[in-house]
């Protein structure tokens, strides 16, 4: 597989942002988002706050993805 990240735009509390995520991290993204009744931005907003200084917001977006997941194929 060679998906190369793609650009995303967000808006973050009222500012313009960008991400770079692949098409299947930003697909599973968009799936998390709408199974809570969140927004893409919303959603976005909250992992960025939650995230601190130590990554930034696309590797954070990763790694929560990878969290939901792996805590779906638990609850199986």
Do not use: Y
């Not at 299947?24 to 907003?45: D, H, K, M, T, Y």
């Not at 130590?54 to 929560?64: D, E, K, Q, W």
Request: aromatic share 6%.
């Amino acid at each position: 597989m060679t998906d190369r990240p793609k650009k995303r735009s967000l808006t973050l509390r009222g500012h313009r942002s960008s991400v770079s995520l692949e098409d299947p991290f930003w697909e599973e993204f968009c799936a998390i988002a709408a199974a809570r009744g969140q927004s893409v931005n919303a959603l976005a907003a909250e992992i960025d706050e939650a995230r601190g200084l130590s990554s930034g917001l696309a590797t954070a977006i990763r790694l929560f993805v990878l969290k939901e997941l792996r805590a779906q194929r638990d609850a199986r």
